[in-house]
């Protein structure tokens, strides 16, 4: 990156910023950028310019001028262009014209600032270690959470302190939904009608509602956190197109909400990455976000738990957090992408989740049939796992396709602290033993 420091008394030229996509966040940033320029340049002393856009159609009405800006069909030309001084990346994916132009503006030197989470999860190291070979920055603040500033709490704010654990909600589309099941009583595909067309959710929602995002994110914060590679495919994913109104109404019953966490901490085997439905209690700080918003836990030998929390999504909200990174490039803040030099990271190992200790939530369609309960207690009981209640609701039958509800009725099992691998033994011989129909519902309690 070339120096913009001049003589003493004459102004610091501007920096010259080049901005690929311009959806919803793109637009947003450059509304923010021309509205509050003048404020941005009495902050820092110079000023922020868009010399330059790139995106997929020119005539499209984006509700911003771009008619003042060289426009380039090709995003890795304009990464390549001595005509920008940072490049901005929000097209997406992780691969095609955004892993191309991202590469090519660090190859010629040039700091980048991107919003995209899938090309860091599966791209991250690599790309961290060609901004350090060209001295320039990257910034991916938006990346992760929105408008919460975790990226850079991880990176700069907490000093020598040790995570030892980090969790929490990181997509907005599964706890609106989820926040909704449990205020309005209506189902998850009710839910998630509404949420497409409110825009929370896409016309494709696998990628949210199955907890691909969320394993994204984690992945990211997990190097940071723990100074290894980013490891993706190594994180363990439930989503939430099981849950039903009776798992949440009976976890209302108990004291509980359900959520869709993201979860990792070191242990001895590795790292233990993990994000499926968790049950939390109502008391708890991260039970009390709710709706489209986002929170982060961060648990270190220092500050114990720290929670950052705000809106995860929308354009205002990341386009304030690329803003974020802009500015710490522009002053000239250097530190490594992932914490630490990419050369220090570790190779991330995998923790397996079998081996994982906590209460769990189980939700059986148990055969209406003498002996029936008895057997699956002393399954149970076999595996030693303790059963802290057995609840049977025939109010709340959870419907199944296949599971007639004449000939069956639904259980819940409330375990007492135990290990993943003795509860899905217990669970294989409790369905060979065919007193159960269906598939099982299993989801994880976490104390905070």
Wanted: overall charge negative.
């Amino acid at each position: 990156m070339q120096s913009f420091a001049s003589g003493e008394g004459e102004e610091l030229r501007p920096l010259r910023v080049g901005i690929a996509g311009l959806g919803t966040v793109g637009a947003a940033l450059i509304r923010i950028l021309t509205e509050d320029g003048d404020a941005i340049a009495r902050k820092l002393g110079r000023r922020i310019v868009v010399s330059a856009v790139s995106a997929r159609s020119r005539s499209r009405d984006r509700g911003v001028d771009i008619s003042g800006f060289k426009w380039f069909d090709d995003p890795v030309a304009l990464a390549r262009s001595g005509e920008i001084d940072l490049y901005v990346e929000l097209i997406g994916g992780e691969d095609g014209p955004a892993l191309a132009s991202v590469t090519a503006a660090l190859e010629n030197g040039c700091p980048v600032v991107t919003a995209n989470k899938a090309l860091l999860a599966r791209h991250g190291v690599a790309l961290a270690r060609a901004a350090e070979n060209a001295h320039a920055q990257l910034g991916f603040e938006a990346a992760v959470a929105g408008g919460i500033p975790v990226i850079k709490t991880l990176r700069e704010g907490l000093g020598s302190a040790a995570i030892t654990r980090v969790y929490g909600i990181m997509n907005g589309t599964c706890n609106y939904i989820l926040t909704r099941m449990g205020n309005e009583g209506i189902s998850f595909e009710e839910c998630l009608k509404d949420a497409q067309a409110l825009g929370y959710a896409e016309a494709d929602p696998t990628f949210d509602v199955e907890g691909f995002d969320t394993a994204h994110k984690l992945a990211i914060l997990a190097s940071l956190c723990f100074e290894t590679e980013i490891s993706a495919d190594q994180v363990f994913v439930e989503g939430i197109s099981r849950i039903t109104q009776a798992d949440i109404k009976v976890a209302a019953d108990l004291g509980y909400k359900i959520k869709l966490l993201g979860m990792a901490r070191k242990v001895e085997t590795g790292i233990e990455q993990r994000v499926h439905p968790t049950l939390v209690r109502k008391s708890s700080a991260i039970a009390g976000v709710d709706g489209v918003l986002n929170a982060v836990a961060l648990e270190t030998n220092h500050v114990q738990e720290l929670l950052l929390a705000g809106p995860g999504a929308g354009g205002e909200a990341t386009a304030a957090s690329v803003l974020s990174d802009i500015l710490d490039i522009a002053r000239g803040t250097q530190v490594p992408p992932l914490g630490v030099p990419s050369s220090e990271l570790a190779p991330c190992a995998r923790a397996p989740m079998r081996i994982h200790e906590g209460g769990y939530y189980i939700r059986l369609n148990a055969k209406d049939v003498p002996g029936a309960l008895a057997a699956i207690a002393t399954r149970m009981g076999e595996g030693n796992i303790s059963l802290e209640s057995v609840i049977q609701r025939p109010d709340l039958r959870a419907s199944e396709p296949g599971v007639e509800e004449e000939t069956s009725r639904t259980v819940v099992l409330i375990t007492h602290e135990t290990i993943e691998s003795a509860v899905r033994e217990a669970l294989a011989r409790i369905a060979s033993d065919g007193f159960i129909v269906g598939q099982p519902q299993l989801i994880r309690i976490e104390e905070f």
